[in-house]
């Protein structure tokens, strides 16, 4: 077992728990350093994330803003931006926990765009979605929320010459629990490699809010089971997958359940096939 850890970890270049503080906020450091340096080879100086009110987003835009400022104060070019973007769908139900977010966050700026009337549009022109099972049109809906999300995001980035962030990190990443070409989309992903409990411990580092760091994760892209976490779905927790991912022992069924999973979703985290 512990030799199959160790491999997808590697795959998926897993960062070791953080020894101290003093570690975590090393890593923090590197992945602020990783930001300014994508800006600087792409010659821009925006930086495009979408905010949903989980800790993902959230730690994903502090270490953003903190890089943007950063660059501010070392450059005195007050050019360099940080734009957050609320991306609901209609009203969303935890708006609150979006909105606290950006009070924690205070960015350069923040815009709304209701992907709604998008995805209804485009599905009502879907002719294999009209009269399809109720499940399955669920699920394909859900997944042109991501996209739609995506498309949002790369327009704002489009018109104020920006890279869009992305916020998955190796505890999604090993699950596959990204929607291809969705919210797997982006730029620059400086998550990449964290487990979840590291993304909970560097917002509470920046001093995210409790209720913040440790909502309940979740998708919220069913409209059949609106909320529904992340846990639900993989079938075991986060606490599980880090442990998996740490090298640390896992009960046979979460072993199972990550490694199928693992190898299901491979075609995720490829580029597209080609000859």
Same mark, same amino acid.
């Given at each position: 077992? @512990?030799?199959?850890?160790?491999?997808?970890?590697? @795959?998926?270049?897993?960062?070791?728990?953080?020894?101290?503080?003093?570690?975590?906020?090393?890593?923090?450091?590197?992945?602020?350093?990783?930001?300014?340096?994508?800006?600087?080879?792409?010659?821009?100086?925006?930086?495009?994330?979408? /905010?949903?009110?989980?800790?993902?987003?959230?730690?994903?835009?502090?270490?953003?803003?903190?890089?943007?400022?950063?660059? #501010?104060?070392? !450059?005195?070019?007050?050019?360099?931006?940080?734009?957050?973007?609320?991306?609901?769908?209609?009203?969303?139900?935890?708006?609150?926990?979006?909105?606290?977010?950006?009070?924690?966050?205070?960015?350069?700026?923040?815009?709304?765009?209701?992907?709604?009337?998008?995805?209804?549009?485009?599905?009502?022109?879907?002719?294999?979605? @009209?009269?399809?099972?109720?499940?399955?049109?669920?699920?394909?809906?859900?997944? /042109?929320?991501?996209?739609?999300?995506?498309?949002?995001?790369? !327009?704002?980035?489009?018109?104020?010459?920006?890279?869009?962030?992305?916020?998955?990190?190796?505890?999604?990443?090993?699950?596959?629990?990204?929607?291809?070409?969705?919210?797997?989309?982006?730029?620059?992903?400086?998550?990449?490699?964290?487990?979840?409990?590291?993304? #909970?411990?560097?917002? #509470?580092?920046?001093?995210?809010?409790? !209720?913040?760091?440790?909502?309940?994760?979740?998708?919220?892209?069913? =409209?059949?089971?609106?909320?529904?976490?992340?846990?639900?779905?993989?079938? /075991?927790?986060?606490?599980?997958?880090?442990?998996?991912?740490?090298?640390?022992?896992? =009960? @046979?069924?979460?072993?199972?359940? /990550?490694?199928?999973?693992? #190898?299901?979703?491979?075609?995720?985290?490829?580029?597209?096939?080609?000859?």
């Amino acid at each position: 077992m @512990q030799a199959v850890q160790q491999e997808i970890a590697q @795959q998926l270049k897993v960062q070791p728990p953080f020894a101290d503080a003093a570690a975590l906020e090393a890593e923090v450091a590197r992945r602020v350093a990783f930001i300014k340096d994508c800006l600087a080879n792409a010659r821009l100086k925006t930086l495009v994330l979408g /905010i949903s009110g989980g800790v993902d987003s959230l730690t994903a835009a502090l270490l953003a803003q903190r890089a943007v400022n950063e660059l #501010r104060a070392s !450059s005195g070019d007050d050019g360099y931006r940080f734009i957050a973007v609320r991306l609901p769908y209609n009203v969303q139900h935890d708006e609150h926990d979006a909105q606290a977010c950006l009070d924690v966050i205070k960015a350069d700026e923040v815009h709304t765009i209701d992907i709604a009337p998008a995805v209804l549009g485009l599905k009502s022109k879907v002719d294999v979605l @009209q009269d399809g099972a109720p499940a399955m049109v669920d699920f394909v809906v859900g997944n /042109i929320k991501a996209r739609m999300r995506m498309v949002a995001q790369y !327009s704002v980035a489009g018109a104020r010459g920006g890279l869009v962030i992305g916020t998955d990190h190796a505890a999604e990443a090993v699950m596959g629990f990204f929607t291809k070409f969705g919210d797997g989309a982006c730029d620059l992903a400086p998550l990449s490699g964290l487990v979840k409990n590291q993304v #909970r411990a560097i917002a #509470r580092a920046f001093g995210a809010p409790e !209720s913040l760091v440790e909502k309940v994760p979740t998708a919220d892209l069913e =409209d059949l089971e609106p909320g529904k976490p992340d846990e639900a779905a993989h079938g /075991i927790t986060y606490q599980q997958i880090d442990a998996f991912l740490h090298g640390e022992p896992v =009960d @046979q069924h979460a072993f199972d359940i /990550i490694v199928s999973t693992y #190898r299901k979703t491979q075609h995720k985290r490829e580029l597209p096939f080609a000859p």
